[in-house]
């Protein structure tokens, strides 16, 4: 109310006021602490601030000298390196508040792109600009954001995405030997952007190694740190920020988790004239009397009018203070690791990546098309606003914790919420249970029959000793000797009142008796499968649930006597005439019952076979 009624009585006296201001540039500079306040202020000490400071000195430069210091403040509350200040004897370079992680970005591409072909023009002085710049080449690993590739776009830059390591981290073997390859191409490399907390999982980029590989190679190196940057306000957090003095530019979103409205980001370079020769312009209408002897940042960035962001940077930063902005990081990292404790709880579900700081990806287990109805579900509830994301073919959510509001509580809600929802996926469409086979594949154990009260016992699946089990409910339990066999392979049968799902993969002409005969074209790939390498085949979880379950093993019952009875049981009943299924409907089985690429060797449901039996057919 007082910031409201301060407004309402300044647009009553406007006219008494200047229409210009009466400071020189450097007037704010002895008003303001050099580094950000470590405990919170009082609003009344801010607000009157507002007066003192501030409106002496409005638009401009106050504007500007606020963002400058201000800038400061974040770069020390960070731990980024002295270059990036605006107010250090041995800095030239400083911060400024861009829209945008995408439009920093951007911005480092142009600036470095602007460098090089500056660069190139000293040993080729004849040669065209656009023909400079179809040379060049940047990089940036696979789990870069969608930003990095859009910069590229619009540099007209080639962009290469570089594999990570298991960790989902760009190293600098990969990065130096794609550089090696593309100079052999006549090809030159310009810059690196490196990922600190990368949008699927949060990883990070080794900078350590990057840093020192770029600085050898004469590479613009740029970090995008959009989420994970507000941690570095916590020094144990700072680990990742190893090999940051060989970065050229650094931005990241207070936006995302320090509590500060959008938009607004921070952008820091370690040389602004590389800036200011990429977007000064000097025309008559947009000089001053202190062009040139004052910061300006409309030559930092691609617009030339820009918002006073700064100042609400500057009311977070006052009214909490480093310690509870420190604080509010913990904060979100702690329930982080709580909702991550309730995902392990569960065996429904799997965490396919590490945590890193409030961000958690989780995922049902089994095919992907269990966890995209889950986000859908979830998502139409109305209830949780969640992201999905792949890694390594998979569907995935992210989970993430960034207010200074939530509680444990609601964690606990937001839980009940999934967990009760991927309850009612799992008992509508099949409940599966599954046992080691000897090669070390899960491969299913027994059908479950939903039950009235299978939505609320869905999700207390456990485990005791290697077996999974479900309380309450009526299953089929198949022989446990069939554990010993690596070649099992458990397919799920069709849902009591459903057609067969196969029935309109058969040409109209061809007859009922034919569609049952044993022994098809499919059986000869099983008799070999002791003879070759494990191949994945059609997963068993992609099939949809149906009545009572049928297995047989044709050519393994007639060649081995001990193991005939058993393998009876563990191949169902398939059609003869495979031959006679219509391509398309081959393609649609392939397209539809997610099978896997070939060969790959993971086993999904324990056949064994040389090859995918319907993209043979295909």
Request: proline share 6%; charged share 25%.
């Amino acid at each position: 109310k007082e910031m409201v009624d301060y407004i309402c009585q300044y647009l009553s006296n406007v006219r008494e006021r200047r229409v210009t201001p009466d400071v020189k540039p450097g007037y704010m500079r002895a008003q303001l602490p050099d580094s950000a306040p470590m405990d919170p202020d009082s609003w009344d000490n801010i607000f009157g601030d507002i007066e003192k400071i501030i409106m002496p000195g409005a638009s401009s430069p106050a504007c500007t000298e606020l963002e400058m210091n201000v800038m400061d403040w974040m770069a020390k509350m960070l731990g980024l390196p002295d270059k990036f200040l605006h107010h250090h004897p041995d800095s030239v370079g400083g911060g400024v508040l861009q829209s945008t992680v995408s439009e920093s970005t951007l911005v480092a591409l142009l600036a470095a792109r602007k460098n090089k072909i500056l660069e190139m023009k000293i040993s080729e002085p004849d040669t065209d600009e656009s023909s400079l710049n179809s040379r060049l080449i940047a990089y940036a690993s696979d789990q870069a954001h969608s930003s990095v590739e859009k910069a590229g776009l619009i540099a007209l830059v080639k962009m290469r995405f570089l594999p990570v390591d298991e960790n989902f981290s760009l190293r600098g073997e990969t990065l130096k030997k794609a550089i090696a390859e593309d100079r052999k191409k006549g090809l030159v490399p310009v810059f690196v952007c490196a990922t600190l907390g990368t949008t699927g999982v949060c990883a990070f980029d080794n900078l350590s190694e990057l840093g020192p590989i770029c600085d050898a190679e004469g590479l613009w190196l740029h970090i995008d740190a959009a989420y994970a940057g507000t941690a570095f306000v916590c020094p144990e957090f700072r680990l990742f920020l190893d090999g940051i003095e060989y970065a050229d530019s650094f931005t990241f979103n207070p936006s995302k988790w320090m509590m500060v409205h959008f938009d607004c980001t921070g952008f820091w370079v370690k040389d602004k004239y590389k800036l200011h020769q990429t977007f000064s312009v000097n025309p008559v209408y947009l000089r001053h009397p202190n062009s040139g002897a004052a910061v300006d940042f409309m030559h930092w960035q691609i617009p030339l009018s820009r918002r006073f962001r700064s100042l609400k940077l500057w009311f977070v930063i006052r009214s909490f203070g480093v310690k509870k902005l420190q604080a509010h990081v913990r904060h979100g990292t702690e329930t982080a690791k709580f909702f991550e404790s309730l995902v392990r709880s569960d065996p429904l579900f799997e965490i396919p990546a590490k945590r890193h700081l409030g961000l958690v990806v989780f995922r049902l287990k089994g095919p992907n098309w269990l966890t995209e109805k889950l986000l859908k579900e979830l998502s139409s509830s109305g209830r949780l606003f969640l992201i999905p994301a792949t890694i390594h073919d998979k569907f995935i959510i992210r989970f993430t914790v960034t207010s200074q509001f939530t509680t444990r509580e609601d964690i606990l809600q937001d839980w009940n919420i999934i967990q009760h929802t991927a309850a009612q996926i799992v008992s509508q469409n099949y409940g599966l249970h599954c046992i080691n086979s000897g090669a070390g594949a899960r491969i299913p154990n027994m059908i479950v029959k939903p039950s009235s009260d299978a939505i609320s016992n869905a999700s207390q699946l456990y485990l005791d000793e290697g077996k999974h089990k479900i309380p309450s409910r009526k299953t089929e339990v198949q022989p446990k000797k069939l554990a010993e066999s690596p070649s099992m392979c458990v397919i799920s049968q069709q849902v009591k009142g459903q057609g067969d799902p196969l029935d309109d993969c058969f040409p109209e002409d061809v007859q009922d008796v034919t569609k049952n005969k044993l022994t098809s074209f499919l059986f000869s790939y099983l008799s070999v499968q002791g003879k070759k390498k494990t191949a994945r085949s059609l997963s068993c979880n992609s099939v949809p649930m149906t009545g009572s379950l049928e297995q047989c093993n044709p050519k393994a019952a007639a060649t081995d006597k001990k193991e005939s009875r058993a393998n009876a049981r563990i191949l169902s009943r398939l059609p003869e005439e495979v031959m006679m299924f219509k391509k398309s409907a081959f393609k649609k089985l392939i397209k539809f019952y997610s099978v896997p690429s070939f060969p790959e060797c993971s086993i999904q449901c324990g056949l064994q076979l040389p090859c995918c039996p319907l993209q043979a057919i295909v």
